[in-house]
């Protein structure tokens, strides 16, 4: 691998303080998934909007985080983790304070899709910085800990605060709390995390790939959450998955042929990869 080690020329004052810039970005990302979900009837009350319309409030943020998450992984292995995760942090903190004032339920839930490509961008990116800042190892694994429970408590976190922003300040506050924990996160970013490019800066993007697995996989969230509500055999529910097949069947033909796939399919091949992922989609499905 050729992209070199952060730890070996970072004091230990600032891996730590990264670890933290890290952390702080991943609870953001998690305690979002939650936090909206208590607020959903205030929001309901103030917009008039039915139960299935409110939900796009948090369907919205899964979908884009889930559609963008390779595509943004990519992006940091070619232009750099830094300039990707900063990027992320910006982007979710503008679209928490556009969610925070919407005059209406879709500029929300359009609101709320934005911040689901800022969470996609720093989560992935996020992990990254964090392989590259800790050796593998005893100290890596105590540091896995952390984040571990950082993300496990992030969703009961999310629906505390939820409902203690919703009763005492507002639904609104739901997302204007991410607001001053973003632009500190960027400013220390800015001043210590170390920048440099991607360890594939000197491969192109695979952009027809890119394309196809982010809208196939945005369909495949978008006919799923469908189908949650409205059963399999709505028009809403299978024309998205049915499409979503044939754009997934179409980024695998692409990426069998690209001279810098997005995703090598030997990686997808192999047994232990297959089978986590069959399990993971069968049990999204249920879920």
Same mark, same amino acid.
């Given at each position: 691998?050729?992209?070199?080690?952060?730890?070996?020329?970072?004091?230990?004052?600032?891996?730590?303080?990264?670890?933290?810039?890290?952390?702080?970005?991943?609870?953001?990302?998690?305690?979002?998934?939650?936090?909206?979900?208590? &607020?959903?009837?205030?929001?309901?009350?103030?917009?008039?909007?039915?139960?299935?319309?409110?939900?796009?409030? #948090?369907?919205? #943020?899964?979908?884009?985080?889930?559609?963008? !998450?390779?595509?943004?992984?990519?992006?940091?292995?070619?232009?750099?983790?830094?300039?990707?995760?900063? $990027?992320?942090?910006?982007?979710?903190?503008?679209?928490?304070?556009?969610?925070?004032?919407?005059?209406?339920?879709?500029?929300?839930?359009?609101?709320? $899709?934005?911040?689901?490509?800022?969470?996609?961008?720093?989560?992935?990116?996020?992990?990254?910085?964090?392989?590259?800042?800790?050796?593998?190892?005893?100290?890596?694994?105590? $540091? !896995?800990? #952390?984040?571990?429970?950082?993300?496990?408590?992030?969703?009961?976190?999310?629906?505390?605060?939820?409902?203690?922003?919703?009763?005492?300040?507002?639904?609104?506050?739901?997302?204007?709390?991410?607001?001053?924990?973003?632009?500190?996160?960027?400013?220390?970013?800015?001043?210590?995390?170390?920048?440099?490019?991607?360890?594939?800066?000197?491969?192109?993007?695979?952009?027809?790939? &890119?394309?196809?697995?982010?809208?196939?996989?945005?369909?495949?969230? #978008?006919?799923?959450?469908?189908?949650?509500?409205?059963?399999? $055999?709505?028009?809403?529910?299978?024309?998205?998955?049915?499409?979503?097949?044939?754009?997934?069947?179409?980024?695998?033909?692409?990426?069998?042929?690209?001279?810098?796939?997005?995703?090598?399919?030997?990686?997808?091949?192999?047994?232990?990869?297959?089978?986590?992922?069959?399990?993971?989609?069968?049990?999204?499905?249920?879920?």
């Amino acid at each position: 691998m050729s992209q070199t080690s952060m730890s070996v020329a970072t004091p230990v004052s600032h891996i730590r303080l990264i670890f933290l810039l890290v952390m702080a970005a991943f609870f953001m990302d998690v305690i979002d998934a939650s936090i909206v979900t208590v &607020a959903l009837p205030s929001i309901r009350t103030e917009f008039a909007a039915s139960i299935p319309d409110s939900q796009w409030i #948090y369907g919205a #943020y899964a979908i884009t985080v889930a559609g963008f !998450l390779l595509l943004m992984g990519r992006a940091g292995d070619i232009y750099g983790q830094k300039k990707i995760f900063v $990027a992320g942090l910006v982007i979710f903190s503008i679209a928490s304070f556009t969610g925070g004032i919407a005059p209406s339920l879709l500029s929300l839930i359009v609101s709320r $899709a934005v911040q689901g490509i800022g969470a996609a961008m720093t989560t992935v990116t996020a992990f990254a910085i964090f392989i590259r800042i800790f050796h593998e190892g005893p100290e890596r694994n105590k $540091a !896995l800990g #952390y984040l571990v429970a950082v993300l496990s408590g992030g969703f009961a976190a999310g629906a505390v605060a939820g409902g203690a922003l919703t009763t005492f300040l507002g639904w609104r506050w739901v997302m204007f709390i991410n607001v001053p924990i973003g632009i500190v996160t960027v400013l220390l970013c800015m001043r210590y995390l170390p920048g440099g490019g991607g360890w594939l800066k000197n491969r192109p993007l695979d952009v027809p790939g &890119a394309l196809t697995v982010t809208s196939g996989t945005i369909l495949l969230i #978008y006919g799923l959450t469908n189908a949650a509500a409205l059963g399999f $055999a709505s028009e809403w529910s299978f024309i998205p998955l049915i499409s979503s097949a044939l754009v997934l069947a179409a980024f695998v033909f692409i990426e069998s042929r690209s001279k810098a796939p997005l995703m090598p399919l030997d990686f997808i091949r192999r047994g232990s990869v297959l089978t986590a992922n069959t399990l993971a989609l069968v049990l999204t499905s249920i879920v």
